[in-house]
């Protein structure tokens, strides 16, 4: 049984900065790939960031602009998204998610991925 669990986000001013944490439990014996998506009120669900098992690849969304790191602690089993300068347009309910293919394997499409935790809220705002 596949669990993701969010945490880390809150109300941030503009211009601030938040780290996200999902932590993984699963089978260690398949391969995952992991993915931060958002989704706005009214709006579709998109992606923020991937990476793969190892952590060795990784890739962004366009309109991050360099603002987000996402990075993975395996001896933790937790998978980080760093968000800097954040906007008011970030504010977004943050998914973690993970997909089952290969050690190599990244990918930015949410119809790839299997498995998703409930999410945690972020705020940007004065």
């Known amino acids: 049984q596949v669990q993701l669990v969010e945490s880390g986000g809150g109300l941030v001013q503009p211009g601030g900065s938040l780290r996200l944490s999902c932590a993984f439990s699963?089978?260690?014996?398949?391969?995952?790939?992991f993915g931060w998506f958002r989704q706005a009120a009214g709006r579709e669900r998109e992606v923020v960031a991937a990476i793969n098992l190892y952590g060795s690849r990784t890739a962004y969304a366009d309109y991050t602009e360099d603002r987000s790191t996402i990075s993975r602690d395996s001896a933790k089993n937790t998978v980080y998204l760093q968000m800097n300068n954040l906007k008011p347009e970030d504010t977004a309910r943050y998914y973690c998610?993970?997909?089952?293919?290969?050690?190599?394997?990244?990918?930015?499409?949410?119809?790839?991925?299997?498995?998703w935790g409930q999410g945690t809220q972020v705020t940007v705002s004065s």
């Open positions: 699963g089978p260690t014996s398949s391969n995952y790939f």
């Open positions: 998610a993970a997909g089952n293919y290969n050690t190599n394997y990244v990918s930015k499409l949410a119809r790839e991925y299997q498995f």
